[in-house]
């Protein structure tokens, strides 16, 4: 009797084993980029996540959240055999990232996973525009602006003079005929 339950614990045991094993043959990612906990100072253009194992062409994630909880990656995702990438928008926020990512392999379970990494915004520099001076003659006109004024005028009589001239040409020529 003793016998009988030795031998199904050893035989359940290395079940078991076995089991466990076939489980941790699965798929696994072998690099990421920005790598795990890596400082960036620089906006990244693409997260990529490379497995060891071709990817499946569909159904895969990689969603990229920032300190603020929001997603700023572009949505495209791209499989380029065991390479999972998506494209990231500007980043602006500094503090750490998260990537969570959804692998699916033929034959496989989903691998399902998250790493971060942390970004430093660079310093915002504000542009030194020059302030206009309030000026103390013109109170808001442009030195030269009642030059132009009066030239607009004088356009516009010599115009009023043409028009009266070229009235009295058409009048006489249809008098003519």
């Known amino acids: 009797m003793r016998w009988k339950s030795a031998i199904t614990t050893l035989i359940l045991s290395l079940g078991i084993v076995t089991t466990g094993i076939s489980v941790a043959q699965g798929?696994?990612?072998?690099?990421?980029?920005?790598?795990?906990?890596?400082?960036?100072?620089?906006?990244?253009n693409f997260v990529t996540v490379t497995a060891d194992q071709d990817l499946l062409d569909f159904g895969n994630q990689l969603p990229v959240i920032s300190p603020s909880n929001t997603r700023v990656d572009d949505g495209l995702i791209t499989v380029s055999g065991a390479t999972l990438s998506v494209g990231l928008n500007q980043l602006t926020e500094s503090g750490d990232?998260?990537?969570?990512?959804?692998?699916?392999v033929e034959n496989e379970s989903p691998l399902f996973g998250n790493?971060?990494?942390?970004?430093?915004?660079?310093p915002v520099v504000q542009p030194n525009t020059p302030s206009p001076s309030p000026?103390?003659?013109?109170?808001g006109r442009e030195v030269g602006s009642s030059t132009t004024d009066y030239l607009v005028i004088a356009l516009l009589v010599f115009a009023f003079f043409v028009l009266l001239w070229l009235a009295r040409f058409a009048r006489s020529t249809f008098r003519k005929k």
């Open 135 to 139: 000026s103390t003659s013109d109170q």
């Open 115 to 122: 790493f971060s990494f942390t970004f430093e915004a660079p």
């Open 27 to 44: 798929v696994e990612i072998l690099t990421t980029s920005p790598g795990v906990d890596a400082k960036v100072t620089i906006t990244p």
């Open 97 to 104: 990232y998260l990537v969570e990512y959804e692998i699916l």
